[in-house]
């Protein structure tokens, strides 16, 4: 246990300077109000600093641009969380969103040779044993990992993704900071405690560690291949485990063009009409057929070949919805098609956290209108990345939000969307996704399907049927011994526990003062009976104070009860 406690005293203050160089950049871009509220405005020796010139005119910018700057400024960790929080529209308001939707990695490259170094760590070998050829000069690079060109000695072409050095350790240190701070805004700060800021941050901290492994993103890449296998619209670089660890990733090098040049692409001769409506359609079978989706589709993780084919690289952040979460963004797809308010309402309470809204009559009125004002027009005419971020305003004014793997699946159809925009400015999102919905329900009314289904209920009506003598007999058994409990879910309501603490708080307080005005009242008794000196009319002076005392405190507590309306 010491031990323990040691090692944790020297972790806590070995990351005393980052939590310094945290609250200097918090303090430069304005926040200084935050450095107030978490009191460490003098660990951070900034309570006699003055701000200079620069610094004055950057506070004058509006607070999510100072926000996004700070972020960027801060590095890899607050990046990736600015980024996260970019897709949880619950979270943030509009203009937080749009600034954050623009945080970019300005990250320095680190020199070829020491990429080189940790090749030979990770491999076991030097790098001119395992590559032909090995270019030093990075050919692309961002906060976690670089990208370097080789080629092996069979002649193939490879990526040689190698991840920074020490970015392991210096992102555990972040997000243990950051698990800190989500404690402590969640015990002080009411109106950010009711956003669960402990359960953000250990949902990034998670999504982030996985990012790091690129053993984890190798496996997501051999998935998605097997799950395109035999589609000739997509493309996924082949990955060469044997070269591959959780720090360097080696994958078939594959160029193509930037989609988000529709000039270029035309110019090649290719149809960029048919190229927006293949990747429309490859994002629709990931969400709704395979469930296994990429959860960052940005125009720098895609590429085109000449002929067409669409070519998806970064493999470290995938979202996976299971049988019954597709059947529910079908649902959310037909219900907003054909302005089904019932529909929509369903799938949305489905999609939520908590499973049900607080008042139901009003939630289906309000989506009612909603279909009214941004659904009553030609299905060409709606932008589905609009069409879900007013969706989750209104899920937000029902304090509903989603699980967290919706936010992505809504993040990658927005950026899926906005590319196929460039491409064709009149394509049709939501009309191309209806059909795939369909199919889906289609495929469960077959009578495969069906008999699959019937199946499986009769198996289960016979285990519930053969367990139920058991079952009934136990709950008999637990009822005569009084050993049957049923567990109370308490729903935490906007205003959080404090209703709760007060009323424990008082009847605490009212027990307490009970137990000593009854200690008293003993007390004196047993004085005066001993005849404890000093006596005065024959009594003891310090029974006629405990008597005092305790009838005092015990009229006092019945006035409060009195008062309260309290029958006890």
């Not at 943030?92 to 300005?106: A, I, M, S, T």
């Not at 489905?350 to 139901?360: I, R, V």
């Amino acid at each position: 246990m010491l031990t323990e406690s040691l090692k944790a005293a020297a972790e806590a203050w070995s990351q005393i300077p980052r939590f310094k160089e945290i609250f200097g950049i918090a303090y430069r871009y304005g926040f200084a109000d935050f450095l107030k509220l978490v009191r460490l405005r003098q660990l951070s020796e900034l309570h006699t600093r003055r701000l200079g010139e620069a610094e004055r005119l950057i506070q004058q910018r509006p607070a999510a641009e100072r926000f996004r700057m700070a972020l960027e400024e801060l590095g890899p960790t607050y990046v990736k969380f600015g980024q996260i929080l970019s897709s949880r529209r619950d979270l943030v308001n509009e203009e937080f969103y749009n600034e954050l939707r623009k945080l970019q990695d300005h990250v320095p490259p680190f020199p070829g040779s020491v990429a080189r170094e940790i090749i030979a760590e990770e491999l076991g070998r030097e790098p001119t044993v395992i590559f032909r050829e090995f270019d030093e000069t990075p050919l692309a690079g961002a906060s976690i990992a670089q990208v370097h060109r080789a080629v092996l000695h069979n002649g193939n072409p490879v990526a040689v993704k190698v991840r920074r050095p020490h970015i392991r350790r210096k992102i555990e240190t972040d997000l243990h900071i950051l698990a800190e701070l989500a404690k402590f805004l969640a015990k002080h700060v009411e109106s950010i405690a009711v956003l669960n800021p402990v359960g953000i941050v250990k949902d990034f901290s998670k999504t982030l560690l996985r990012e790091l492994d690129f053993k984890n993103e190798a496996r997501n890449m051999q998935r998605f291949a097997a799950e395109f296998a035999g589609d000739p619209r997509l493309r996924v670089p082949h990955c060469y485990e044997e070269f591959s660890t959780d720090a360097v990733l080696t994958m078939e090098f594959v160029r193509g063009e930037r989609v988000d040049q529709p000039e270029r692409l035309r110019a090649l001769g290719i149809d960029t009409t048919r190229l927006a409506a293949t990747m429309a359609e490859l994002i629709f079978m990931q969400v709704l057929e395979h469930g296994f989706f990429h959860g960052d589709p940005h125009p720098g993780n895609l590429s085109i070949l000449p002929d067409g084919v669409v070519v998806l690289y970064d493999y470290g952040m995938m979202g996976n919805f299971t049988p019954t979460l597709r059947e529910l963004v079908a649902d959310l797809v037909v219900g907003l098609t054909d302005c089904d308010a019932r529909r929509t309402m369903h799938a949305l309470l489905g999609m939520s956290e908590s499973g049900f809204a607080d008042d139901p009559a009003r939630m289906q009125a309000d989506i009612e209108a909603f279909n009214e004002n941004h659904l009553n027009k030609p299905l060409k005419d709606i932008n589905i990345g609009y069409v879900f971020n007013r969706l989750l305003d209104l899920l937000m004014t029902h304090r509903l939000r989603l699980q967290a793997v919706f936010y992505l699946g809504i993040k990658a159809l927005s950026q899926i969307e906005a590319v196929g925009l460039t491409l064709n400015p009149d394509l049709n999102f939501m009309a191309l996704a209806k059909p795939f919905a369909v199919r889906m329900f289609q495929r469960k009314l077959s009578y495969a399907a069906l008999r699959q289904l019937f199946s499986r209920a009769l198996l289960d009506f016979a285990r519930i049927a053969e367990r139920l003598p058991a079952d009934a007999r136990e709950l008999y058994l637990r009822l005569r011994a009084g050993k049957f409990n049923i567990p109370i879910e308490h729903r935490v309501q906007p205003d959080g526990f404090e209703p709760l603490r007060k009323t424990l708080h008082q009847v605490a307080n009212r027990l307490a003062q009970a137990i000593l005005s009854a200690a008293l009242l003993m007390s004196a008794g047993l004085i005066m009976v001993a005849k404890v000196p000093p006596l005065i009319l024959d009594v003891p002076l310090l029974g006629w104070l405990g008597l005092l005392l305790g009838l005092g405190l015990t009229v006092r507590l019945a006035v409060k009860i009195w008062r309260d309306g309290d029958d006890g």
